[in-house]
């Protein structure tokens, strides 16, 4: 079962975008981490240990005004880049899910789904919001867009999944590796050498085996056997007090929409081009903090095992 969000807060706040239609929306996490982060600890006073900038050559610490940014073009070459230099290359922060097109649900292979977020409506915004839901699901589409949250620029599917439409961030084509060098079996059950008896024995194998998804029914176990040892030694006293650092988070804004109607006429005459999409419709998005969800995801002084 899907853990509510009813409390969670907003990380973004702005609109999607397609044609000339604006819909007001605020992106919630769709996930939470669930592993186990094990804190670097000082064992004689307890302290928090973070990280050190180190010299990897000589050892030594340095400090910070003494560090400058490379890219690494050939083994050992480097190119500086300047704090200038890469802010100005920053993407422009929009507060807008900017969709481009829309694709077959079914185009998008499962290796490019990176990390979803939940889209809610707001201000006002949730007609307009079921009226996209519901096409998509007619048409059985997803949205492609691009979106900026922090300073990164995302690829994303618009996909609607029941009441919800969740934006899955997706990875870029250059991030997935090809498998071409890799050996696979050819495709086709003659092409691989198998016979009619061994497909429809597996088929019954894989048809004995099912059964309905049920997320609830699996269990990380490494995580429950360590928790289970982490509640044995709270009940018997063994713990330390540990005060770690507090940290904030950004608010985003809201966006307004026009008659819907209008816009869908206009944006069908059009074309949905995106000389119209960038034409100024009603009150823009006020330019606040961008989203800090993901740096405070990370945590300050945390290191995974």
């Given at each position: 079962m899907a853990t509510s969000t009813a409390s969670s807060r907003a990380l973004w706040k702005g609109a999607i975008s397609f044609g000339l239609v604006h819909i007001p929306v605020a992106l919630h996490s769709a996930t939470s981490e669930q592993g186990l982060d094990f804190d670097w600890l000082d064992k004689r006073t307890m302290d928090p240990v973070g990280y050190k900038?180190?010299?990897k050559k000589t050892?030594?610490?340095?400090?910070?005004?003494?560090i400058v940014k490379g890219i690494e073009y050939e083994d050992g070459h480097y190119v500086i880049l300047s704090e200038k230099e890469i802010a100005a290359a920053y993407p422009k922060t929009t507060q807008t899910i900017e969709i481009e097109m829309f694709v077959p649900a079914t185009d998008i292979p499962f290796v490019y789904l990176e990390r979803p977020y939940y889209i809610v409506p707001i201000n006002k915004g949730a007609k307009v919001y079921a009226l996209l839901r519901e096409a998509l699901l007619k048409t059985r589409r997803?949205?492609?867009a691009r979106v900026v949250i922090q300073t990164k620029q995302h690829l994303a599917?618009?996909?609607?999944?029941?009441?919800a439409l969740v934006l899955n961030l997706l990875r870029w084509g250059d991030e997935i590796r090809s498998w071409e060098n890799l050996s696979f079996p050819p495709e086709g059950a003659e092409e691989a050498g198998i016979n009619e008896k061994e497909l429809k024995m597996a088929e019954q194998l894989v048809m004995d085996m099912s059964g309905k998804w049920r997320p609830e029914d699996f269990r990380d176990s490494f995580k429950t056997e360590v928790m289970k040892l982490v509640h044995e030694k709270v009940e018997t006293g063994d713990i330390e007090t540990v005060i770690q650092p507090e940290e904030s988070e950004g608010r985003g804004s809201g966006a307004q929409i026009l008659d819907l109607t209008e816009l869908l006429q206009r944006s069908l005459k059009k074309g949905g081009g995106k000389e119209e999409r960038e034409k100024p419709l009603g009150r823009k998005s006020a330019k606040t903090g961008p989203d800090r969800a993901e740096a405070a995801a990370k945590g300050a002084h945390k290191r995974r095992a």
């Open positions: 900038r180190v010299n050892g030594k610490e340095i400090e910070r005004e003494n997803v949205g492609i599917a618009l996909v609607p999944s029941g009441p």
